[in-house]
């Protein structure tokens, strides 16, 4: 996993995080950081100005509004579901021996753009729902968002038996009916 450098004050405060994790192992303590990539699943507020994209997409599609894409859509993110996450976290929480790392991604190694999620979602309510199809409203890039990113899970390989077990379709598809009935969780 390379170092970063901090493109925002929240991106600081991962690195910060990071930092005291290693102070921490230096001390003796058997820990470490996970770099979650772009996590989605149920339960996840659609109401926060930082909200994740798929669920905002499903919410605006399910209400029959044209969700707004930053930029082109042409930005590429590793879309994890929630569910290989926790997988990840319960197997590195069962592990004996010492970590032999301070840091790991925890990704599908998978490269997803956002304009092809937004296809998919779109897709699946049409073919499912009866859904009318609806095109999405295209915005400025906003400053400070990266065009592409993904992660290697190699080193969490390393460790574990791991690989993201939840496919993105069927995740989109899981999750799409999970806001349907209006689940909240």
Do not use: C
């Amino acid at each position: 996993t390379t170092a970063l450098e901090s493109l925002s004050p929240y991106g600081e405060s991962k690195i910060i995080n990071e930092k005291d994790i290693t102070t921490a192992r230096n001390q003796g303590l058997n820990a470490i950081a996970l770099r979650f990539f772009n996590v989605y699943g149920p339960g996840q507020s659609v109401s926060s100005g930082y909200a994740s994209l798929i669920p905002l997409f499903i919410d605006r599609l399910i209400q029959r509004q044209r969700p707004t894409i930053f930029g082109d859509g042409m930005q590429t993110r590793d879309f994890i579901h929630v569910d290989d996450l926790a997988l990840a976290i319960v197997k590195l929480a069962s592990l004996s021996q010492p970590f032999s790392f301070p840091v790991s991604n925890v990704a599908t190694q998978t490269q997803t753009s956002v304009l092809d999620v937004f296809e998919a979602i779109n897709h699946h309510l049409v073919a499912h729902h009866e859904f009318p199809s609806i095109e999405p409203n295209y915005s400025v890039a906003r400053p400070g968002d990266i065009m592409h990113s993904f992660g290697s899970s190699s080193r969490l390989q390393s460790l574990i038996e791991w690989q993201p077990q939840v496919s993105l379709k069927e995740g989109l598809s899981a999750l799409i009916e999970h806001q349907k009935r209006g689940d909240s969780t």
